[in-house]
């Protein structure tokens, strides 16, 4: 038998765009979010897109830099 694996489910914050504001860090429910080297990243192992909690992740509507944060692809 073969296990079929979820695909991944994570956000991406983009270094280049990245303000270190750190507006995203508090709003985030599974605490995926953490500064690193004078930007924030996302943990894609703990990142759940705030599904089952939130209609939208709550880092993009926190973050107020546009394109800043998306799906990894």
Known sequence: MSQERKPAMAMKIDPELCTSCG???PVC?????SPKKGVYVINADTCTECEGEH?????????????????VA
């Open 23 to 25: 507006d995203c860090e």
């Open 29 to 33: 429910p599974t605490n995926a979010i």
């Open 55 to 71: 209609d939208l992740p709550q880092c993009v509507n926190a973050c107020m830099t546009d394109n800043c944060i998306n799906p």
